[in-house]
């Protein structure tokens, strides 16, 4: 079992819809959670970082975390065909950064 | 642009050659990371560097790969005999805090 696990897609949403994205995990050491975007033949770039159990929100971005259910989520509020790419969870235990598999999304006209 | 240069962008090879990256970290950052990223998969950890020193290395790190971060400044990744399974993206990161910047990467195909 992957340490990080998430749905890897793809995901296609009409513009202007609300997006969730979600991973699980099962290692309890992990305390940093973030969110990175990647376009195609692009590297990832960091979208949000959040340490706590709660919400965190950035213009159009929300990030959850609930530590208790080792589940995180990033929802994406008004969505625009510039958000099609894909995101990736990744989490942060002691010196590295483990990342699930990315949900590649798409945003239609 | 998040700062981290890695070269070339794009690298084709024959099975057998050896082939090096290069990354230049921002340059306040003493952490580097390597990651190799396959299609429809996550970034995979390679080894990390704290400065000049290489802390820790991956199993996916086969004896071919070798990484050097001299004067603890620019890395290099080295391949030797690449192998078909060798061809991936290759990501170099610096870290700041608990966030990593990553470059855009180097495009290795092995034919």
């Known amino acids: 079992q992957k340490e990080v696990e998430q749905d890897p897609g793809p995901l296609s949403v009409p513009e202007g819809a609300i997006v969730s994205l979600n991973c699980t995990y099962s290692n309890s050491a992990f305390q940093y959670f973030m969110w990175y975007r990647q376009y195609s033949r692009k590297g990832p770039e960091l979208l949000m970082y959040t340490y706590s159990s709660g919400n965190k929100e950035d213009g159009r971005f929300t990030a959850q975390v609930d530590k208790s259910s080792k589940y995180i989520s990033l929802f994406i509020r008004d969505s625009q065909p510039s958000d099609s790419a894909t995101y990736l969870c990744a989490m942060i235990s002691a010196s590295k950064l483990t990342f699930g598999t990315g949900t590649r999304l798409q945003v239609t006209l | 642009d998040t700062g981290v240069s890695q070269d070339p962008r794009h690298k084709i090879t024959k099975r057998g050659q050896n082939v090096t990256f290069r990354c230049d970290p921002i340059s306040e950052h003493n952490r580097l990371y390597w990651y190799r990223q396959t299609l429809g998969q996550g970034p995979e950890f390679l080894t990390y560097?704290?400065?000049?020193?290489?802390?820790?290395k991956s199993r996916l790190l086969s004896d071919r790969f070798s990484a050097e971060r001299p004067k603890g400044s620019f890395s290099t990744l080295e391949i030797q005999r690449t192998e078909q399974g060798d061809s991936a993206m290759y990501l170099c990161?610096?870290?700041?805090?608990?966030?990593?910047?990553f470059g855009s990467g180097t495009q290795l195909s092995v034919l």
């Open positions: 560097f704290q400065n000049e020193a290489q802390l820790e």
């Open positions: 990161a610096s870290r700041q805090g608990e966030k990593l910047f």
